[in-house]
């Protein structure tokens, strides 16, 4: 199997919904856009039974240069990160 593109995403949700994929491709845009405002913001997202999306910092550090190994300064950043709910959770 492949993986899942937003593209065959969309199509497979207009197809079990019976929408266009226009329609089905501005909506998840918007839930996608939504998402990222709400944690920028610094609150978290939960959806029940599917997991939640939050907003990570990470503090500035020193690292290495892998060819030299001279020290470089590694700016803070932050990160989208999502937490998969117990109910998706599999045994490998």
Same mark, same amino acid.
């Given at each position: 199997?492949?993986? $899942?593109? #937003?593209?065959?995403?969309?199509?497979? !949700?207009?197809?079990?919904?019976?929408?266009? #994929? /226009?329609? !089905?491709?501005? !909506? $998840? *845009?918007? +839930? $996608? %856009?939504?998402? /990222?405002?709400?944690? *920028? +913001?610094?609150? *978290? /997202?939960?959806? #029940?039974?599917?997991?939640?999306?939050?907003?990570?910092? @990470?503090?500035? @550090?020193?690292?290495? *240069?892998?060819?030299?190994?001279? +020290?470089?300064?590694?700016?803070?950043?932050?990160?989208?990160?999502?937490? +998969?709910?117990? %109910?998706?959770? @599999?045994? %490998?």
């Amino acid at each position: 199997m492949t993986n $899942l593109t #937003k593209l065959t995403l969309i199509a497979q !949700v207009a197809e079990r919904t019976g929408l266009q #994929k /226009v329609q !089905v491709g501005a !909506v $998840l *845009d918007e +839930a $996608l %856009a939504v998402i /990222v405002a709400t944690t *920028d +913001a610094g609150h *978290d /997202v939960s959806i #029940k039974a599917f997991g939640a999306f939050e907003r990570r910092s @990470r503090g500035a @550090r020193v690292g290495r *240069d892998p060819q030299t190994g001279e +020290a470089i300064e590694i700016r803070a950043s932050s990160t989208l990160a999502f937490r +998969a709910s117990p %109910a998706l959770r @599999r045994e %490998a």
